[in-house]
Structures are given as structure tokens and as C-alpha cells.
Nanobody
């Protein structure tokens, strides 16, 4: 069974940067398209970015375009989210999940129903 461990979160000042990691265990993730999601207190989980199985295609939520970059290293079973120019509204718990096989679709930013969400990693942007 494919499981993810998210890491790399922390406290950062507005304008700062963080790089999140989503490391898979159990099954190699290299056939799967994977997305990052986030959930702020009192808000629904929302999609941030997604990447196809080989990394050739990506998609981003409008709120993070130009600031966040998703990538993956299948040799390390890891998907990354480089976050730059962070804003207080980026504060949330960040999660990753499988959203399909190989390619990405416009629905890749929709939280998959029934996903086995991990613990996530907390990102706090505050001065």
C-alpha cells in the first residue's frame, strides 16, 4: 500500500521560502501522478499543485502560480514543493496524495475522495 510522509514545514516570515518533501513508502510512486493539498484552520482542503508520474506535466492553483514549484525525484520516491515568496495566507497543513496514473487532469487539484491522508506538515507564515 502506498503511503506518504510529508516533511519540511516550519515557521517562516512573509517573503520567505520552504521546501516540502513527500516521501513514499510501501510501493514505488513512479507510476502515479501526485498532488499537494493544504488545509487551513476552519477551511476545506484545497489543491495546491500536481505533477505527472515522470514530472513532465504540472499544474498549480492560481493562488500559488509563480511562487511555488512542484518537482519529483522518482529514484528517491519523493515529490517536492518549493515555496517562495510565502504569504500569511499560505499558512496551513500541507498533504500529498495520489490523484491518478501517469498523466494529470484538470481535476488533479480536487482532493481525491477516500484518500488516506497522512499527518501532513505544518507551514506557518508569520512575522
Amino acid at each position: 500500500q502506498l503511503q506518504f510522509v510529508e516533511s519540511g514545514g516550519g515557521l517562516v516570515q512573509p517573503g520567505g521560502s520552504l521546501r516540502l518533501s513527500c516521501t513514499a513508502s510501501g510501493v514505488s510512486p513512479d507510476l502515479y501522478s501526485i498532488s499537494w493539498f493544504r488545509q487551513a484552520p476552519g477551511r476545506e482542503r484545497e489543491g495546491v499543485s500536481c505533477i505527472s508520474s515522470r514530472g513532465g506535466n504540472t499544474n498549480y492553483a492560481d493562488s500559488v502560480k509563480g511562487r511555488f514549484t512542484i518537482s519529483r525525484d522518482n529514484a528517491k520516491n519523493t515529490v517536492y514543493l518549493q515555496m517562495n515568496s510565502l504569504k500569511p495566507e499560505d499558512t496551513a497543513i500541507y498533504y500529498c496524495a495520489v490523484v491518478g496514473l501517469n498523466t494529470i487532469t484538470p481535476q488533479c487539484l480536487n482532493p481525491p475522495p477516500g484518500a488516506d491522508w497522512g499527518q501532513g506538515t505544518q507551514v506557518t507564515v508569520s512575522s
